[in-house]
């Protein structure tokens, strides 16, 4: 049974799932590395994270930073592949 | 290396699956260089494949894969002595764990085992490239690069030749890592080099500070981050690094310079006893919800 998820669904999930990991606030557009300044390595957490939340696959020319700089980012991301199947 | 080990496109033989041995395996691969990786048992090769296969995915999302490479192909074994028969390997590289007698049966046997001007290359973060090469057949192939965690991301490299090292093998190191877009710094041999003989004491009195109460872990590495510009705080940079390699590093570094600095503070070596080894192990001064592969 696959229950639909809305992209403001996903967007609550991933701010709530950033706060729990790095014990900070967070906003649908603030910038993780930036101004957020967590590391690098994080990234790679969140695509784990996403693809296991969401049963997506990230590979190619999506796994790169930008899809993962913001919540609305990966948002995006996540409906995109949910969406192309 | 070899000119003929460069012709047949031989392996970079890297001895140790650890963190260090992994992150220098994910490097090659990424640029297109063939691995064989090899340590004691096959559960740690397996974690070691899984964790490259990260790694990969790591550099490619963070750029650090050059475009247009297809990836290397990686070999595992638990022989040291398959992993160097075959196709003769570019260089050697040994990232075992950090304690002087098992580095130096590792750098014996290997050196025994390849055909002169093959470079041997110790990841060692702290012990003096001379004292190992008393164990090698030929210390002049034998020098230290010591590559930082996660070795596929940071592009310098601290390189140390030894006093007995050849100068051949030093060019043929460096252009090795050239070919891996890294960036060397020759010093020279001494416990520690630059960078342990800096930040592993600094680590230290930062986990001292801890234990003293003066700060907590986060307030100890948000002070080093906010005010003067750390990269990620001391103590994060512990979690990274693992704590048990941490420790025996401080333990070469004190032994050999007397400095008390060095001396493993009772925190430290606390975490370790508790097996709260960092990263690696899903917790050390942070709690990362599950142990990196
Ligand atoms: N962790 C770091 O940030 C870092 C940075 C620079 C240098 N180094 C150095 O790199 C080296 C490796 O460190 P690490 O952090 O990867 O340690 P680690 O404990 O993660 O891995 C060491 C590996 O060596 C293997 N090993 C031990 N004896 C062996 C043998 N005889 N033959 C084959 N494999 C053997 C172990 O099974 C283990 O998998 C050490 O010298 C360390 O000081 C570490």
């Known amino acids: 049974m696959t229950v639909s998820v809305t992209p403001d669904t996903i967007e609550r999930e991933l701010v709530e799932f950033l706060e729990t990991r790095t014990k900070a606030g967070w906003t649908a557009t603030r910038d993780l590395f930036g101004e957020g300044g967590l590391s690098s390595l994080f990234a790679m957490e969140l695509v784990v994270h996403l693809e296991q939340r969401y049963g997506i696959a990230i590979s190619g020319a999506d796994l790169k930073l930008a899809n993962f700089r913001t919540v609305r980012a990966m948002v995006e991301l996540v409906v995109r592949l949910r969406d192309g199947g | ?293």
């Open chain 2, 1 to 293: 290396m070899t000119a003929a080990a460069r012709e047949e496109g031989g392996p970079l033989v890297v001895v140790g699956a650890g963190v260090m041995g992994t992150g220098i395996a994910t490097l090659a691969l990424v640029h297109g260089v063939p691995v064989t990786l090899v340590d004691l048992d096959r559960a740690v090769l397996d974690r070691a494949e899984v964790a490259i296969a990260r790694n990969l995915r790591t550099a490619a999302l963070l750029g650090a894969a050059p475009p247009d490479t297809a990836p290397g192909a990686l070999t595992t074994s638990t022989s040291l002595p398959d992993a160097l028969t075959g196709s003769t390997a570019v260089a050697v590289v040994e990232a075992v764990t950090e304690d002087p007698a098992t580095k130096a049966a590792v750098l014996a046997r290997v050196s025994a085992a390849v055909p002169e001007g093959t470079p041997l290359i110790s990841n060692t973060s702290s012990i003096p490239i001379d004292e190992l090469a008393a164990a090698v057949a030929r210390p002049a192939d034998l020098l230290g690069t010591h590559f930082m965690n996660p070795a596929y991301l940071i592009t310098t490299v601290e390189v140390v030749p030894g006093p007995r090292t050849a100068p051949d093998v030093v060019a043929s190191a460096t252009k090795l890592l050239g070919e891996l877009r890294r960036t060397p710094i020759v010093v020279r041999d001494s416990p520690g080099f630059v960078t342990s003989r800096l930040l592993h004491p600094m680590i230290n009195d930062a986990a001292r500070l801890v234990e003293e109460g003066v700060a907590s872990v986060e307030d100890v590495d948000a002070l080093m981050q906010g005010c003067l510009g750390h990269p990620t705080g001391p103590l994060r940079t512990a979690d990274l690094i693992g704590i048990d390699n941490l420790v025996d590093a401080l333990d070469v570094l004190h032994l050999r310079t007397g400095d008390e600095r060095s001396r493993p503070c009772g925190l430290l070596v606390a975490k370790v006893r508790d097996g709260h080894h960092g990263r690696k192990s899903g917790r050390g001064f942070y709690d990362y919800e599950e142990a990196l592969p």
